[in-house]
């Protein structure tokens, strides 16, 4: 089972940055894809970015410019850079691995959720 977990959220002032980190089980990382998902209250979660066990990253319209996906696979781990951050980014961020070689913007993934990490974006 591949286990999860989300750190780095916090709170932040619109404009801000943050940088999101997800460890990740030995052995699996440098296998398969990563997501980063995030939900808001009362909303469905939603992928916001994707990398590929190959590098290649996509970004949901409403990040994309903003948001960096990256992976260190000798450490496991999975980072998100969010810059320019707006209050409609506020939300629970979540990772998750799925096995597709594409970058698009509908995945499966197969991993248990974490209990995420909360940003929030206010002044």
């Known amino acids: 089972q591949v286990r999860l977990v989300e750190s780095g959220g916090g709170l932040v002032q619109p404009g801000g940055s943050l940088r999101l980190s997800c460890a990740t089980s030995r052995g699996i990382f440098s296998l398969y894809a990563m997501g980063w998902y995030r939900q808001a209250p009362g909303k469905q979660r939603e992928l916001v970015a994707v990398i590929t066990s190959a590098g290649r990253t996509n970004y949901a319209d409403s990040v994309k410019g903003r948001f960096t996906i990256s992976r260190d696979n000798a450490k496991n781990t999975l980072y998100l850079q969010m810059t320019s951050l707006k209050p409609e980014d506020t939300s629970v961020y979540y990772c998750?691995?799925?096995?597709?070689?594409?970058?698009?913007?509908?995945?499966?993934?197969?991993?248990?959720w974490g209990q995420g990490t909360q940003v929030t974006v206010s002044s």
């Open positions: 998750n691995a799925d096995r597709s070689a594409t970058t698009g913007l509908v995945r499966t993934p197969f991993g248990s």
